[in-house]
């Protein structure tokens, strides 16, 4: 039997998330951030055309609202769920964060952390692929409607 609280379970979350923003004409990655005992902490998703703001990418939105809603600066036993790998601005920010790990649906070969050289914390956790084909079919259908 799967727990209901899987790596599944809160990805879908994110895609809700995600599709909010593409329903904006934001780009679609949205993003959920969960304690150790699987409490939701902040919910977010990209709102740079919005707030005509480059940082405004869901994980710092989603970073700022958990940190706010802890009382601190440091997320430690918490879990950031993704729907695409974070970019080097936002690998940054977890670093800093000291999130204890994070899990992401697609990747993003052109500008995620991992192709750019970003770091994440060394105790962080990565977990990658989690409803892959759901997260990357949004965004290429996003992209698509764009051209």
């Known amino acids: 039997m799967t727990a209901i609280f899987s790596d599944e379970y809160f990805m879908q979350m994110a895609l809700n998330e995600a599709r909010i923003a593409y329903d904006k004409g934001e ?3 949205g993003a959920v951030i969960v304690s150790a005992d699987n409490r939701i902490l902040a919910k977010s998703h990209n709102l740079t055309e919005l707030l005509n703001d480059v940082t405004a990418h869901a994980e710092i939105q989603a ?4 940190a706010n809603f802890l009382g601190s600066k440091y997320l430690k036993n918490c879990t950031l769920f993704v729907t695409l ?4 601005m936002c690998a940054g920010a977890l670093y ?4 204890t790990r994070i899990v992401y ?3 993003d070969p ?12 060394p105790k962080t956790q990565i977990n990658g692929g ?3 084909e759901k997260c990357s079919s949004l965004i290429k259908s996003f992209f698509e409607k764009k051209r």
Not at 85 to 88: A, I, L, N, R, V
């Open 110 to 121: 052109k500008r995620g952390f991992k192709t750019m050289g970003g770091q994440i914390h």
């Open 130 to 132: 989690i409803l892959k």
């Open 27 to 29: 780009i679609p990655v």
């Open 96 to 99: 800093w964060s000291q999130i």
């Open 63 to 66: 970073i700022s609202a958990a």
């Open 105 to 107: 649906g697609a990747e």
């Open 85 to 88: 790998e974070p970019c080097q």
